[in-house]
């Protein structure tokens, strides 16, 4: 598990990301001295244990990082919403409200992207261009 999220944020640094959305299941707040240096938003998963020590890690990495069952976060215009995903009712609610524009989330360890509208995925792949956000879901 380091290793693979030591990768992603190698990735994620040369292609200019300051800040990181990560899915959760971490599993433990031992994990987030990874990301030393960097803006994390971390949506809590059903694996972490200790919701505190791993909310009390994320604020001690500073720089506007957050945490949380569910985030909202907005970027170049685009409403966001993070969530682990283990609650298929919270995710269809965020996904069906109309208030996001995207909803990462994680739980199923699949890659994978799904648009509900045409213009949703077309505005994503342009704000990727500009966005200095990675994403590790």
């Not at 990874?34 to 244990?49: P, S």
């Not at 996001?100 to 994978?112: A, L, N, Q, S």
């Amino acid at each position: 598990n380091r290793n693979a999220i030591r990768k992603a944020l190698d990735l994620a640094g040369g292609r200019g990301a300051a800040e990181i959305i990560h899915c959760g299941d971490l599993t433990s707040a031992a994990m987030m001295y990874l990301f030393q240096g960097w803006a994390l938003h971390y949506a809590e998963g059903n694996m972490d244990r200790d919701a505190g020590e791993i909310r009390a890690a994320v604020d001690r990495l500073g720089a506007g990082s957050s945490c949380g069952a569910e985030l909202h976060l907005e970027r170049g215009g685009l409403r966001i919403a993070v969530m682990h995903g283990n609650r298929a009712d919270r995710l269809a609610r965020a996904v069906e409200s109309g208030k996001f524009d995207i909803v990462f989330h994680g739980h199923t360890h699949r890659p994978g992207s799904e648009a509900l509208a045409p213009v949703a995925m077309e505005l994503f792949q342009a704000a990727l261009e500009t966005w200095t956000l990675a994403c590790i879901c």
